[in-house]
Structures are given as C-alpha cells and as structure tokens.
C-alpha cells in the first residue's frame, strides 16, 4: 500500500551564495524532471554577485537573505516556504538527471521511510582532479548499506512532517563566536536525527546528480581541511554520533589521522633532539618507525580502487600525493576542530520538532516579504 498520495507536492530547493556561473544549469535540470516539479525555491544566502536576478529569469521563487548565514540557515528558509509534502535538496552547483526527483521522492514509498539521499554520478566538468574526486566519493560509498544515518544534502528528499519534527537542520554556534550558525557537517547531523527518531534513511547508490568538484589542489585541500573540522565539531556537539552508519567509514578516517599525527609528532621529536631539548632520539625513532610506513601504505587500498575502476598508472602515481597531501588537510583540520569546540557551544537545542515550530512562522512570515517573483511551474 503506497504511503505517498501519487498528488503529493514536491518542493525541491536550492541554497545559492555566489552562484551565478551555475544556478542556471542546476534550475533548468530541475523544470526538465520526468515529475516536474511543483514549486522550486532557490534561497540566495546574500550572495555577493546577481544569482538572485539569474534564478529570477527562469520563474522559480526567490528568496534574499539579509545575511550570509550558512547552507544550513538557507535550506531551513526554503523549508519553511515550501509547500509541498516532500522536501527535495540539491546544490547550486550541481545538476539533476532527468528521472531524480522522481525515483528519490518514489524511494519515500515505503513503511517506516523519511528520506532518500545518494550520491554523485559525475563531475560537471573533466579533468584529473575532478575526476579524482568522484572516483574517490564513489569508491567510498560503493559498500554501504541500504539504510545509513546520515544525508548528503546535495542529492536528498525528506518528508517535510520528518523533518520539521526533529527542527530541520540543527543550528548552533560556537560560544567564542555566537554570530553565525555553525555548517559543513549539516547533512550528517540531520540524518543522524532522523534516524535517532525512528525514521529510515534509504541510500540510493543508482541515484546521481552531476557536480562541480574542486578545480584546483589549493581548493580541493582547503575544502577538506574545512570538512575534517566540521566533522569533529559535529562529534563534539553531537557525541553519540560516533555510533550512527554514515557515509564514510569512521575507522578508516581515525587511521589515516593517527598515521599523520604520529609522523608529525615523530618529526617535532626528531627536531627538538637535533636543537638538543633532550634525549628524544628513540621517541622520533619509535613514532617514526611505526607511523611513517602506515601512513605512505593507507592510501593503497583507495589506488586499488582507482585501478579496478580503470586509471591507468600516471593518474594513480598522480593520485597518490594528492591522497598523501589530504591526509595532511584532514590532521590541520582535526585539530582546529577540538580546538574550536573546546569551549563548547550556544543556541544549540534545536533537537526537538517544537524549536522549528516556534520559529517556522517568524520564517513564513520573513520568507513571504522576501520572495522576489513566484511564478506557476
């Protein structure tokens, strides 16, 4: 028996800031769907550039934040604006296949089922490091279960009952700097309070939208340096998270920061007995004889992966440093993760479904003043 009427609405929204290069292919993937659309939302997060008046020109609704608050802030806006019984998300940066919107909102079909979330199945544009990044992700999720804990925001749909009950997407703040709602873990927060209430969380690996990956090292690394402290701010702010069934695999992701750890400690070891602060020659020997074989041999498995998926060996020779640099972005960004949370955090109790009801009607109320053009799809 079908839980889901066959005329329930769909709003899918999208969270903009500075995306005028690509909202307009994301929004035209979105009105060419098999199952159109009932109402899209594109929620400009105070960009800086026109993304609002380039979405405007394809006659979705707008709406203008008056401050750069976050994805987080953005998708919960669009929520509380949407009209549709079934919330779908994707970036603006990202463009859907043709039958998205309605396999995820069909995977929703089911007992005990609150959301569909997948993966990616391609990078927008070609070249080795983008490709690197989708071989990886895809490698990475090649195994997990049918059901996980955990959402990735750029290609998922929720039951707008399921989500308004657990708050929407949790937002908190860091006591040091209570001005703007923590994000980059967002997607694994919320499913982990989805799941957390009882509801199921249906991984599609057969559902992909296409993504605009990182173009250049720099990029790439800082990005990962930002996810590694997000990922470790979210364990401090939500510590029974380190048992949910997400995305990627705690354990792996734990050994690849201790072998990086212990070869940086071995180094300072190494270093303070050189300038003669101690006999710490055999501490450097000890971390470095253990860590720096670990962690020049972690990356193998996923170069295995890249060769069972086609890469010859001057993409896999190439890979290998960037792997080996990554680990390196994850450890900087570990530590400024316990560094940030150390103090702990504010505004934090959004937990519960009656914190997003309390605020929904001040959003309804500020969304409606801010829609810059709503059109019929």
Not at 144 to 161: H, R, V, W
Not at 330 to 335: F, R, T
Request: hydrophobic share 45%; proline share 5%; net charge positive.
């Amino acid at each position: 028996m079908n839980r889901l009427p066959a005329t329930c609405l769909s709003t899918v929204i999208v969270p903009a800031y500075n995306a005028r290069d690509t909202i307009g292919a994301c929004i035209e993937s979105l009105l060419g769907q098999t199952r159109r659309p009932d109402e899209v939302i594109v929620v400009d997060d105070c960009s800086r550039d026109d993304t609002a008046q380039v979405a405007l020109k394809y006659g979705v609704k707008v709406i203008k934040l008056e401050n750069n608050s976050g994805p987080g802030v953005a998708r919960n806006a669009g929520a509380a604006a949407a009209t549709g019984e079934v919330l779908a998300f994707t970036d603006s940066d990202c463009v859907a296949p043709p039958d998205w919107l309605e396999r995820i909102v069909g995977a929703l079909d089911a007992p005990g089922v609150v959301a569909a979330t997948g993966g990616y199945a391609g990078p927008v544009q070609d070249g080795f490091l983008t490709r690197l990044q989708h071989l990886i992700i895809r490698q990475r999720q090649s195994a997990l279960p049918p059901e996980i804990d955990s959402i990735i925001t750029s290609n998922f749909a929720c039951l707008k009952g399921a989500f308004e009950s657990v708050g929407g997407f949790p937002l908190y703040y860091f006591k040091r700097d209570p001005t703007k709602p923590i994000w980059g873990n967002e997607d694994e927060e919320l499913g982990f309070l989805l799941a957390r209430a009882g509801g199921k969380i249906r991984w599609m690996s057969e559902i992909g939208v296409l993504h605009r990956f990182r173009l250049s090292l720099t990029g790439y690394l800082r990005q990962q340096r930002f996810y590694a402290e997000r990922i470790i701010v979210s364990h401090f702010r939500f510590p029974e998270m380190v048992k949910s069934r997400t995305n990627y695999s705690r354990l792996n992701g734990a050994l690849h920061l201790g072998s990086i750890l212990g070869v940086s400690l071995g180094m300072l070891a190494l270093l303070a007995w050189l300038a003669g602060l101690g006999n710490l020659q055999w501490v450097a020997a000890g971390l470095l004889g253990i860590s720096a074989p670990m962690y020049l041999l972690l990356p193998i498995p996923a170069l295995l992966g890249l060769r069972r998926q086609g890469q010859d060996g001057n993409f896999i020779a190439k890979a290998y440093v960037v792997l080996l640099l990554v680990d390196i972005a994850w450890l900087s960004g570990a530590v400024s993760g316990v560094v940030l949370s150390s103090k702990g955090f504010t505004n934090g109790n959004r937990e519960s479904g009656a914190a997003f009801a309390a605020a929904d009607q001040q959003k309804r109320a500020a969304a409606a003043s801010d829609i810059l053009r709503h059109r019929p799809l």
